[in-house]
């Protein structure tokens, strides 16, 4: 079956405006989270989502990211005011079930660019 | 905080030698996993240890916890080409998530 897909692959933007990336998550995974990795560095966590709610939304940096997952399967990572410092890769994992022992399947991530 | 530390963060041998990465932390993790990432993809999953002092076998790759939860070690014996990638440790920090580690950038030269 089909994996983790988002889109767009890339995204080149400019200082101060608006992005969204989209996570399809694996059909039936209940849990989608969201990372961040900037270059040479590991994955760091942003938000976790269990259906439709955020269950974790510690990893946020401010007030300028926001995430959702209306109907429980896809989801959106919004950034408002984007800043140069934002650019990265931005990851998202789906799992089964929710849990850190559970396997986190991860999607091949979207590059932001903020010139 | 917690936070995991792998050392060395770039290895570059010959094919055929066997190598040691390590995973370490001040803090306990109730369980440690190890990823492989390559350019453009996401990790992938490759062992969950839950145990102190577990070993776990995956072909060439050997993966141990650490008796007092707080660091892990990834062996390879006669590493090949196709080895070569960023290799993450990650840490269950909590109930849900997890913290990585910087990651270890392994090149195996043919």
């Known amino acids: 079956g089909a994996g983790v897909s988002q889109t767009p692959s890339n995204k080149v933007t400019e200082k101060g405006k608006y992005v969204e990336l989209r996570c399809d998550p694996i059909s039936g995974h209940t849990a989608l989270y969201w990372y961040r990795q900037s270059l040479g560095q590991g994955p760091e966590f942003l938000i976790y989502f269990q259906g439709t709610g955020a269950a974790d939304d510690s990893g946020l940096p401010n007030d300028r990211f926001f995430a959702v997952r209306p109907e429980g399967s896809v989801s959106t990572l919004k950034i408002q005011r984007t800043e140069r410092g934002d650019s990265a890769v931005y990851l998202c994992?789906?799992?089964?079930?929710?849990?850190?022992?559970?396997?986190?399947?991860f999607g091949p991530g979207t590059r932001l660019t903020v010139l | 905080t917690q936070l995991l530390e792998q050392s060395p963060q770039f290895l570059s041998i010959q094919e055929g030698e066997n190598l040691t990465v390590y995973c370490n932390s001040s803090s306990v993790f109730s369980s440690l996993q190890w990823y492989r990432q390559e350019p453009g993809e996401g990790p992938v999953l490759l062992v969950t240890v839950v145990t102190g002092g577990e070993v776990k076998k995956l072909k060439r790759l050997t993966f141990q916890f650490g008796d007092a939860r707080k660091d892990s070690s990834l062996h390879i014996t006669a590493a090949q080409p196709g080895d070569t990638g960023l290799y993450l440790c990650a840490g269950a920090g909590g109930a849900q998530k997890l913290v990585f580690g910087q990651g270890t950038r392994l090149t195996i030269n043919p």
């Open positions: 994992a789906s799992s089964p079930m929710g849990g850190a022992l559970a396997e986190q399947f």
